[in-house]
Each structure stands twice: as C-alpha cells, then as structure tokens.
C-alpha cells in the first residue's frame, strides 16, 4: 500500500508520508493533502498564517483519524514537508515558505550545490546534532526510521518553517524519506543538473533511480522549477533566509548537521 501523497498545483506543493506501522497511514498522508487543498489558493499566493493554519487544520483531520479499541488507541500519523509561495506581508514581498514535520524534507538547489533546508526530526538526527554518531552512522543507525514529530501524534503539532526571498531561477526537491534513504546527496545532485527526457521529468528520474536502488519504502518526489525573473544568480550564490519573519510566525534554526553535500564533481 502506497502511504505517501502529494499536492502539485502551483504555488503550492506538498509531500506526505504516512507513518508505517500506524493505523490508516494512508488515509493520513491523504486527509493532509485534501486539507492543504482546501485552505491555500492555487494560481496565487498565500499567507504565512494561511499555511500555519493548514498545518494545524491538518493535525486536527489526522487526530480523527484515529481509532480506539481493545489494545488501545491505534494513532494515525503522517510527516509533511512542502513550499508555498506567500506575501510575507509588511513591504517583504513575495517569499517561498518552506517547513516540514517529520522526516520528509526539502531541498534547493542552485545549479551546482544542493543544500538540505528543513532539518529531520528523527532519533537519529538528535544523535547527530548530540555528537553521538556520524551523518554517515545514521543512514545505518536501527532507529533511522524512528520520527520524533509527526501531524496526528500530539494534541499541539510544531512545524518548522522557513522564508525564502523568491525572485530569479530557483529550484526546490520536495521527497519523502523513500528517496532520500536511496540516494545520497551527490545522486540527488547528479540527477538535478541533467536534463530530464522522462515522462514525469526531473522528479521522474529521482524516483525511477531509488527503485533501481532498491527502494524499502515508498518513494515520492516533487521538483519545483521556478523563474519569477529579477537579477538570476548568475555566480552560483544562494540567496539567505529571510531573519526578520512576521510577528508570531512559528520557526525553527536549523541545526547544525556538519555535512555540506551535494555539490556536483566537475
């Protein structure tokens, strides 16, 4: 049973991932992208708060999901990760907001480098940042598939969330963790840079190569070319997240992985 689910409809794309082992996983990835596609307009931007809002609207549809019987309470759950394009309001003009809950993740990609934005929360990731094992050791750590947030676990869900400017050439990878436990940074990269004959382009081939890998899980993948013009970064340099975010709008400093990745061998 496939328990991933995606929403692409510009500006708005989504990856969820049901938890496996859990009741209804499916059901939960889906009631996510349902909700998203209920509270955020398509053809235009969003708000920050629009999204916050979907973000909760969908822990609240995945809480009743959940089902109580003999053993107990059997609790349906899902990660999400995903970018919105959104007025941050206040003159800040129009940004990417990028956040995730759980092990799904986004990446940009510049042309030459690509870099991890959200952070997982999984056990693993709270060993690294600790210093207790290597990024390498948590690909092969047994408690890599053990998520410490997820939409549906708690009363009160916490997503981490970033604001991008946009303008110029800039482009985001949105997977569930049944392509980034196949392929490594520098896959990933290798595949961004060329030029997609697929059916189902760039995110086509991603997918198509985690299969061939040998894939364990799912596997879903969202690529986001945009082009809302302004100066292109011609020199290759990223652009810096926006600090100065709209008052009580929730984020999360990215930790600190130790791994820079991605770049593409010459």
């Not at 400017?165 to 990878?173: S, T």
């Not at 436990?181 to 190569?209: N, P, R, Y």
Request: hydrophobic share 40%; net charge negative; with cysteine.
């Amino acid at each position: 049973m496939n328990e991933d689910a995606l929403l692409a409809h510009a500006p708005v794309y989504v990856v969820a991932d049901g938890m496996g082992g859990h009741a209804r996983g499916d059901a939960a990835s889906r009631a996510v992208v349902d909700t998203f596609t209920r509270h955020l307009d398509h053809g235009r931007p969003s708000t920050p708060e629009q999204v916050l809002d979907a973000i909760h609207s969908s822990n609240e549809v995945v809480r009743s999901l959940s089902d109580d019987g003999d053993e107990g309470t059997a609790v349906a759950g899902t990660t999400v990760a995903g970018v919105v394009l959104v007025d941050a309001g206040e003159g800040r003009g129009v940004h990417w907001m990028v956040f995730n809950v759980g092990d799904s993740r986004v990446y940009a990609w510049d042309g030459r480098r690509l870099q991890q934005v959200t952070v997982d929360h999984s056990a693993v990731q709270e060993l690294v940042d600790a210093g207790v094992i290597s990024s390498d050791d948590a690909e092969r750590h047994p408690d890599r598939n053990v998520i410490t947030r997820a939409i549906g676990a708690d009363d009160v869900v916490e997503p981490d969330v970033w604001l991008i400017p946009a303008g110029g050439r800039q482009v985001f990878l949105i997977c569930s963790d049944g392509l980034s436990k196949e392929l490594d940074d520098e896959q990933l990269a290798q595949i961004l840079t060329g030029h997609s004959m697929h059916a189902a382009g760039l995110a086509g081939e991603l997918v198509d190569a985690a299969l061939a890998a040998g894939a364990r899980d799912n596997v879903t993948a969202v690529v986001v070319e945009s082009d809302l013009g302004g100066d292109a970064d011609d020199d290759g340099a990223t652009r810096d997240r926006d600090a100065a975010l709209p008052e009580g709008l929730e984020q999360t400093t990215p930790r600190e992985t130790g791994d820079e990745g991605g770049g593409v061998p010459s």
